[in-house]
């Protein structure tokens, strides 16, 4: 922040004795005041008077440190004044101004302006004291605009960077290939068809010479091919049918080929090398599996290799050598370090970091596997919704970063009449990117002020919680802090919040409450087994039921079965809610309000059903429809539930009624979204009416989806609204318990199926010596 002098800028007229009496006379106010309630403000400029007219830099700096301790609460303050302290120690040719501006960076990244000055005094600094220089002439962040790789987070560049090899997906999600796309060309060459993509981490990796690529079939089976075309070779395949491999760097020092193993079952994970001609892996790195992430890189020498680690749920970059596997941690910082990358030349390693609360970029100079200096920043806020998964040899670095046009859907709201149901208003925004569908729906506080819910806000990381009553400025975001929360619900006495999940650290599963009072998370039973493959002995799917007043959740017992479990909301005493049942975690479980049924989907015939949650026989309703999965809806007291089937808005009078056709759109229309989630869902709270969307059937229509609403009876189905403008495309309609508001996610076209995403390179953004310049 930019601030003038102490003093007003003065008139020839006025002599040195008029300025220092004048200035004598504000001090002795601004004493005066020192006890009123801008305390903080005389003092911030008496000190600012002491640096810079009286030239006293060391008692500057003791009333400023003094405003950061007495005023904790004013924040911007607060972080001027470490900024400041930071330019006295500058001048006084001191080393503290770094500490003072990395503090301001980490205590105070909320506050813009005085972050945005410490950030580029603290690369000066930094740069100088390395004898570096800053200055990136030529940097550009480009975006490869590439229709075929849209939908693909896969993605690698050659190591010249003039081709990459990605996901194709096919039409309607039936088939994916492996692809190279040449940049010059424009054109793109399928090297492997039907190439299984569905994971998280990387499944390929170009030679060093670009002329060969590595890949995975299935779990563990590594095979090459020519990046041309042509027949592929097997390389080396796992004897153990549990183990995951995955390619994760090509050496050209060492001729090997660094792979990841990763074994749910066991918990294990680890570094492997294997040579590039064929042979058994040495393994350079075991550990625990939760402790690491799986892409990792060698250093231009091929001797070390540096990856990412979680120690006490915090992440720091480590080098490990190739021989012997000594371990070496290169950074030690309370903030996440992450996506570490050895820079061409083997002087840096590249990585992201929230030190200063957004994800910047930083550099560590390297000597050999050992840190040679402090890390110093070179390139501020990259985004939270771009990942870096890959830097070439000529110095590029590709991201994957979600598209706005496949963010998630916002949330908007309608005043209603609460008896007859017809719009008051039009649409307003109400949240932003709130998770979309069940079971990561918002859920009511029990006054019915507020929700909360879970999103990663369009960003590539956990999904956090959120508490909003209304627009952004009245949201409360609670970070996971390394805890995935599979959805959240309320205490019955509104002061904390309650989610299934686990903890990343151990990944043992839990039911765990997060305090809204100092955000604290911690577990409300003894912690459950580690999840494991197939999301086995994992805890989802929490709902408060109303009407039996207490919780419902499921334990997964692996791909086909899973237990259900009623708990009490004042102890949080467990209960097994009858047998075993045969839906596992592809399927789905939503129980009735009052805790009598739930309606489902078997894994094994793909079946829905009806069955009591105390156990019982199950009711067969109609199989799973192949073109459009239903979604449901229980009524308030839990007696009737309704579904949408194409066209049809379906009821059924709860356990023995027959179906029925409530309400039939017309010929080009479909009653679209999923109306499963929490109670209360599509109905009005005093279960009379009935809430949906309906839109036309053409998947290329750019006509907006309708709200409509029809009596619990069938009668009198109507029109009430259409979808906002900005978001035309709705679904997961919502009536709020008061029944004076109806809630809608809205979406943006899309221009195919699933989630969309972008890919950028980083160029000419590394750091250079003085010699190099």
């Given at each position: 922040m930019r601030h003038e002098k102490s003093g007003m800028k003065l008139t020839k007229s006025f002599g040195a004795l008029a300025v220092a009496i004048g200035l004598m006379a504000a001090l002795v106010f601004?004493?005066?005041?020192?006890?009123?309630?801008?305390?903080?403000?005389?003092?911030?400029?008496?000190?600012?008077?002491?640096?810079?007219?009286?030239?006293?830099?060391?008692?500057?700096?003791?009333?400023?440190?003094?405003?950061?301790?007495k005023y904790p609460n004013e924040r911007d303050y607060a972080a001027n004044s470490l900024l400041y302290i930071g330019i006295c120690y500058e001048k006084l040719g001191k080393s503290e101004a770094?500490?003072?501006?990395?503090?301001?960076?980490?205590?105070?990244?909320?506050?813009?302006?005085?972050?945005?000055?410490?950030?580029?005094?603290?690369?000066?600094?930094?740069?100088?004291e390395e004898g570096r220089t800053l200055e990136k002439t030529g940097l550009a962040f480009r975006k490869i605009d590439f229709a075929e790789a849209e939908h693909s987070h896969q993605a690698r560049l050659s190591p010249d960077g003039k081709k990459m090899l990605f996901v194709g997906w096919l039409e309607n999600w039936e088939r994916s290939d492996l692809r190279v796309l040449d940049f010059t060309s424009g054109k793109s060459l399928t090297l492997v068809e039907d190439f299984d993509a569905d994971a998280a981490t990387l499944l390929f990796e170009w030679s060093p010479d670009g002329k060969r690529v590595v890949y995975v079939v299935g779990r563990g089976e590594l095979r090459l091919i020519d990046a041309e075309g042509g027949k592929s070779e097997l390389l080396w395949a796992s004897p153990e049918k549990e183990t995951y491999v995955r390619p994760a760097d090509w050496s050209d020092q060492v001729h090997a080929i660094l792979i990841s193993l990763i074994n749910p079952n066991e918990r294990t994970g680890g570094f492997a090398i294997i040579p590039e001609k064929g042979g058994e892996p040495r393994t350079i790195l075991s550990a625990d599996y939760g402790e690491l992430e799986y892409s990792a890189q060698f250093s231009p020498d091929g001797r070390f290799v540096v990856g990412q680690r979680w120690k006490d749920r915090n992440s720091d970059i480590y080098v490990w050598a190739v021989e012997g596997g000594t371990e070496t941690r290169v950074t030690d910082h309370p903030a996440d370090d992450q996506y570490p990358f050895w820079s061409p030349d083997g002087k840096y390693i590249i990585f992201i970091s929230n030190r200063a609360k957004t994800a910047d970029l930083w550099a560590v100079p390297m000597a050999g596997s050992q840190p040679a200096g402090d890390p110093f920043l070179i390139q501020t806020n990259i985004g939270k919704n771009k990942e870096p998964i890959d830097l070439t040899k000529s110095g590029q670095l590709l991201f994957y970063a979600v598209s706005a046009v496949g963010s998630p859907a916002d949330l908007f709201v309608m005043p209603v009449d609460p008896k007859t149901g017809d719009a008051q208003g039009s649409f307003?925004?109400?949240?932003?990117?709130?998770?979309?569908?069940?079971?990561?729906?918002?859920?009511?506080?029990?006054?019915?002020?507020?929700?909360?819910?879970?999103?990663?806000?369009?960003?590539?990381?956990?999904?956090?919680?959120?508490?909003?009553?209304?627009?952004?400025?009245?949201?409360?975001?609670?970070?996971?802090?390394?805890?995935?929360?599979?959805?959240?619900?309320?205490?019955?006495?509104?002061?904390?919040?309650?989610?299934?999940?686990?903890?990343?650290?151990?990944?043992?599963?839990?039911?765990?409450?997060?305090?809204?009072?100092?955000?604290?998370?911690?577990?409300?039973?003894?912690?459950?087994?580690?999840?494991?493959?197939?999301?086995?002995?994992?805890?989802?799917?929490?709902?408060?039921?109303?009407?039996?007043?207490?919780?419902?959740?499921?334990?997964?017992?692996?791909?086909?079965?899973r237990e259900i479990y009623f708990m009490n909301p004042i102890n949080y005493a467990i209960e097994k809610a009858g047998e075993k049942i045969g839906i596992g975690a592809n399927g789905s479980v939503i129980p009735s309000p009052d805790g009598r049924f739930f309606i489902g989907i078997t894994d094994k015939d793909k079946n829905i059903i009806l069955r009591p949650l105390g156990g019982g026989v199950s009711r067969?309703?109609?199989?799973?429809p192949t073109d459009q999965w239903p979604g449901f809806s229980w009524s308030p007291d839990g007696k009737q539930l309704v579904w949408n089937e194409g066209r049809r808005l379906n009821m059924l009078i709860v356990p023995d009624g027959t179906p029925q056709v409530l309400f039939e759109a017309g010929q080009n229309e479909v009653i679209s979204g999923s109306l499963a989630g929490a109670p209360n869902i599509a109905w009005s709270p005093d279960g009379s009416k009935i809430a949906f969307a309906m839109q036309d059937a053409a998947s290329d229509s750019k006509a907006p989806a309708e709200i409509w609403i029809i009596d619990a009876t069938g009668d009198a189905p109507r029109k009430i609204a259409d979808a906002p403008a900005s978001h035309p495309v709705i679904s997961d309609v919502v009536w709020d318990p008061s029944g004076k508001m109806i809630f809608v996610q809205g979406q943006i076209p899309n221009r195919g199926l699933g989630e969309v995403f972008e890919h950028w390179v980083m160029e000419n953004f590394l750091p250079k010596s003085a010699s190099e310049k």
């Open positions: 601004a004493a005066s005041a020192l006890q009123n309630s801008s305390d903080h403000k005389v003092l911030f400029e008496k000190a600012k008077f002491t640096m810079e007219t009286k030239g006293d830099l060391k008692g500057a700096i003791g009333l400023f440190e003094e405003i950061i301790k770094r500490s003072a501006y990395s503090r301001l960076l980490q205590d105070y990244g909320d506050q813009a302006q005085p972050v945005k000055e410490a950030r580029s005094r603290l690369a000066k600094l930094e740069a100088v307003r925004p109400f949240a932003k990117y709130p998770a979309r569908g069940w079971p990561g729906w918002y859920r009511w506080s029990p006054d019915g002020s507020r929700i909360a819910y879970t999103s990663r806000k369009g960003n590539i990381q956990l999904p956090n919680a959120y508490i909003s009553s209304g627009g952004s400025n009245e949201e409360l975001e609670i970070p996971a802090r390394n805890y995935f929360m599979y959805n959240v619900e309320w205490s019955r006495d509104g002061k904390s919040l309650v989610f299934a999940g686990w903890n990343n650290d151990d990944e043992r599963a839990g039911i765990f409450c997060i305090s809204l009072e100092d955000l604290t998370v911690k577990p409300v039973q003894p912690l459950g087994e580690r999840v494991g493959a197939e999301w086995k002995d994992a805890y989802t799917d929490l709902y408060w039921l109303p009407r039996a007043g207490r919780y419902c959740f499921s334990k997964l017992l692996g791909a086909a079965e067969a309703l109609f199989p799973l």
